[in-house]
């Protein structure tokens, strides 16, 4: 039997990670046959798919393979498994702008060389749709509130990756015909995340410890990842091969960083000036990615219905196991 003969098989990257693994079970939710591309690296967690939480059957619709994007047998180990591939949904990437800084070269093997080499799988799958899972962090260098016309403008190594594989991948459409659809996301939040300001926020609180908060304010738009999920499971299904689309929250969820962990604070209880030390700036500080999602909503018919004020509670909850 060839696996993906109900014509709705997705190879999914970077599944165990934190959007990954919300589009992993929103994608076996709808009933969709999932080939999962992981390399347990930065990021991923084997609970991510394994945990208690996890209830969707997934068993006979979910095939892992431990494999890295970038690795040119990756074709190879597909045909393996002899399968028959309808989307790929291109959401693995090397993600910490810190660390971007000091690891380039990983970061330009997964965020470039991998995005190619499954451009040139999904050539050789005739696939319906490419999806690439890109961020709003490209455009972080325009003054005006970003939309998808606005011109790319990275200010770090993570963003400067994710641009570049864009431009290559438009090429791929250009010149192959690759049918590919992109997405921009907004700064995300819930659970299954790592490291970052959410999660490292509850973690310090919880251990009665200080949370670092870089001086100069900066604000960013916070979108629920089950939204997320569902902006990039939309594009692929009723996106146009060769357009982009915005996947921004309504502006009430635009937060500076210090009312976020005030918010943090206040739900659990405790007194913000407790638990924050202002620190240096990163290096090439984004001050704000204000994006606009007019696109989304009207033609992929997408509701991000998620709030910040209320979600966070549930967040916290999440992290704190209660
Ligand atoms: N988190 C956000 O706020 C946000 C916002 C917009 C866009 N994005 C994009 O969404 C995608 C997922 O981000 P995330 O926050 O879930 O990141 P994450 O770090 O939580 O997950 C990334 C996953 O990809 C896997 N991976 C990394 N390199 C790989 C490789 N070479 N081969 C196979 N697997 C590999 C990691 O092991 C990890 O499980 C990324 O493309 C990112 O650019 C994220």
């Given at each position: 039997m060839t696996i993906g003969e109900n014509m709705n098989t997705v190879l999914l990257t970077?599944?165990?990670?934190f959007i990954g693994s919300q589009l992993l079970r929103d994608l076996l939710g709808k009933g969709y046959t999932v080939i999962g591309v992981e390399?347990?690296?930065?990021?991923?967690?084997?609970?991510?798919?394994?945990?208690?939480?996890?209830?969707?059957?997934?068993?006979?619709?979910f095939y892992p393979i431990l494999a890295?994007?970038?690795?040119?047998?990756l074709f190879d180990y597909l045909e393996a498994l002899s399968v028959k591939i309808?989307?790929?949904?291109?959401?693995?990437a090397q993600s910490h702008v810190d660390r971007s800084w000091g690891q380039y070269e990983t970061f330009i093997k997964t965020n470039i060389t991998g995005q190619v080499n499954l451009a040139e799988i999904a050539l050789k799958h005739k696939v319906k749709k490419f999806v690439y899972v890109n961020?709003?962090?490209?455009?972080?260098?325009?003054?005006q509130p970003f939309n998808e016309d606005t011109v790319f403008s990275p200010k770090n190594i993570y963003s400067s990756t994710k641009a570049s594989a864009d431009m290559l991948l438009l090429n791929y459409l250009e010149a192959?015909?690759?049918p590919l659809v992109i997405t921009h996301g907004a700064n995300s939040y819930g659970?299954?995340?790592?490291?970052?300001?959410i999660p490292l926020s509850i973690e310090k609180i919880t251990k009665g410890e200080r949370i670092p908060l870089y001086k100069t304010p900066a604000q960013r738009m916070y979108l629920h990842v089950s939204d997320h999920s569902e902006g990039i499971i939309l594009a692929m299904e009723k996106g146009v091969v060769g357009e982009r689309y915005c996947l921004a929250p309504s502006?009430?969820?635009?937060?500076y960083t210090h009312e976020l962990i005030e918010l943090i604070c206040k739900k659990m209880g405790k007194k913000y000036s407790d638990f924050v030390d202002e620190v240096e700036d990163r290096?090439?500080?984004?001050?704000r990615y204000w994006m606009e999602n007019k696109k989304a909503v009207k033609?992929?018919?997408?509701?991000?219905?998620?709030?910040i004020e209320e979600e966070i509670e549930s967040t916290i909850k999440w992290y704190r196991g209660v």
């Open positions: 970077g599944f165990a990670g390399n347990m690296s930065e990021g991923s967690d084997k609970n991510n798919f394994s945990d208690q939480e996890y209830d969707v059957e997934y068993g006979e619709n890295d994007i970038s690795d040119p047998k309808d989307y790929i949904i291109s959401n693995a961020t709003d962090e490209v455009f972080a260098g325009s003054p192959f015909k690759l659970p299954r995340q790592k490291e970052k300001i502006m009430e969820n635009e937060l290096l090439n500080y984004d001050l033609e992929l018919g997408w509701n991000p219905s998620k709030n």
